[in-house]
């Protein structure tokens, strides 16, 4: 029966509602007035024509006043201090104005009738009767608002942090539907056992006994300005407690006053992680970038798309966006020409094998340094489509770098990869085989041929991470492709900023390796994302969990642990993330008849031989993985 009841109210109107609530605050004033009268023991039978008129104009400048101060606005289901603060300033402001307007009818009378009864003035009364009045109003709304608030929907949340931007949060948390705080924690000795509003702190070991006894359903960390690691301990004590976690983001977006729950984010890999953000060498980005012409191919795309960012925000002259791919290149350049507009942007379709066409481009813009990003790098694709690896990756990047040469660039800096280390497949082998060849082209050039070598980056394009987040959202299986597969990862933005920074400390054929951190176990780290998502893993040990972890194989090319360096030193440099790699190099009259026999090879079709050239010159890659080659199959399937 009460349900239905609410279920009527909420259906009502907003007109109809704000009615209701106004017969509410009459009714809690005439009860107040009366109340007032009683209590100042005034005979129901004896009240003055004074006292009458009260009664009846009081309600009319009540109404009045609440409409004046917006006490009807706001929605009672959500009602919170501020509203309570609006109702009070509104019912001070009617209790001054009647009590002004009774000593001024009481100063007339008397100068009337030279006497006046104290009953008729009675202030006592009417003080009485305000502050019934503001009782009443108040503890209405409040038993509305607990009344027609549906709690049982409601997540139990609970805030790391009690400082500014934890307050802000709760703040915002009390007109929510969704979330209801039921405590701080705080490491803060001071604030420990307080209270902020209604919601008191406590000590962070106080999680377990929160989580057991209160059926948490989510914590959310409220620390801005902490540290990574610090960030990555808090994420580690809270996962074993199987409990959804959701982070608000940093001090710049606290400093917009962005902090709501719509600005909580998901834990990602980053938090995880705990790396250090290091400072930028601001000579290293600007040396090959400030008032320059920049050329990046493949603009498009993860890298590419932020390096270009990153060098028309550091006062590129000039930002040549150029990509096979038409969709890519017309978001990457809609985003730049809107949030940069005063940097003068490019964008031109272009296939990197067009010898022609990338020499025009370089000659009509006069290129000064080139970020070469554009490659085709997913492994198992690659596997099976070999042959477009080599023509994109090897020929493509031997095109870009001699038309550089020929056209006077300053600095060509190639993107490349940890799996052109020792490769397992064709995508790294390919990736090495473009590293030789700048190598055996950067001596006796004017342009400097760099290499920057580093591994995952998260979030770029067939990343295993978001498949992961996306599979958990899903209710899984989170698929895994061997339980010992270690992997490094650094941010996009992190990868971009090294590589601009390496590419300025080239002197020619340097190859640059980036330092990654520690590498990832990357079936824990499924398992930490479940944790933190709220989910309970599937195991021997809990069958009736959420989410179920399988491993699907290790798929084509596919390499258990991923390396840096092919040789065993390396030296330090001026920046403390980046270090030079010693790697051995083939002359170029001897890479080139590499590069015919590959082409041959090409022509006819001849997965075999070219695995065996692309063995005999890349350091550690082996041939004896099963083909997969779409076209190789498929022919080998009908000469059968």
Known sequence: MSLIFKNILLSYSRPVKKLIVMASDLFCLFLAMLLALFISDIQFNSISAGQFFNLLWTPLICSFTFWYFGVYSSVVRYIDLSVILILARAIFILGLFTILSKLIYGYFITLLLSQVPKSLINLEGWLVGITLFTLLTISSRLIAHYYLFDRESEKRIIIYGAGSAGIQLANALRVSTEMQPIAFLDANPSLQGTYIGDIKVLHPKSLERLVSRKKVDEVLIAMPSVSKPVLKRLLKEIEDYQIKVRILPGLAELAQGKVSVSELKEVEILDLLGRLEVDSNHQLMDRNVKDKVILITGAGGSIGSEISRQVASNGAKQVILLDSNEYSLYSIKNELELNMPDVEFYSLLANICDRNKINEIFRTFEVDTVYHAAAYKHVPLVEENPFQAVTNNIFGTKICAEVAIDNGVETFVLI?????????????????????????????????????????????????????????????????????????????????????????????????????????????????????????????????????????????????????????????????????????????????????????????????????????????????????????????????
């Open 416 to 640: 490349s990869t940890d799996k052109a280390v020792r490769p397992t497949n064709i995508m790294g082998a390919t990736k090495r085989f473009a590293e030789l060849v700048l190598q055996s082209l950067a001596h006796n050039q004017a342009s400097r041929m760099t290499m920057v070598r580093f591994g995952n980056v998260i979030g770029s394009s067939g990343s295993a991470i978001p498949l992961f987040q996306k599979q958990i959202r899903e209710g899984g299986p989170v698929t895994v492709t061997h339980p010992e597969v270690v992997r490094y990862f650094m941010s996009i933005p992190e990868a971009a900023e090294l590589v601009i920074q390496a590419g300025a400390m080239g002197q020619g054929g340097d190859v640059f390796v980036l330092d990654m951190g520690e590498p990832v176990k990357i079936l824990e780290l499924a398992k930490r994302l479940i944790n933190l998502s709220g989910m309970e893993l599937i195991d021997q040990n809990n069958p009736d969990g959420d989410i179920e972890i399988k491993f699907t194989g290790l798929r084509p090319g596919e390499k258990l642990y991923e390396e840096l360096l092919i040789g065993e030193n390396a030296s330090f440099t001026e920046h403390k993330r980046i270090f030079k790699a010693q790697e051995e190099f083939l002359p170029y009259e001897e890479l080139d008849e590499y590069l015919k026999k590959i082409r041959e090879a090409e022509s006819s079709g001849d997965i075999i031989t070219l695995k065996n050239i692309l063995e005999e010159v890349v350091s550690g890659y082996r041939s004896d993985q099963e083909i997969v080659d779409v076209l190789y199959l498929q022919n080998k399937i009908k000469k059968n």
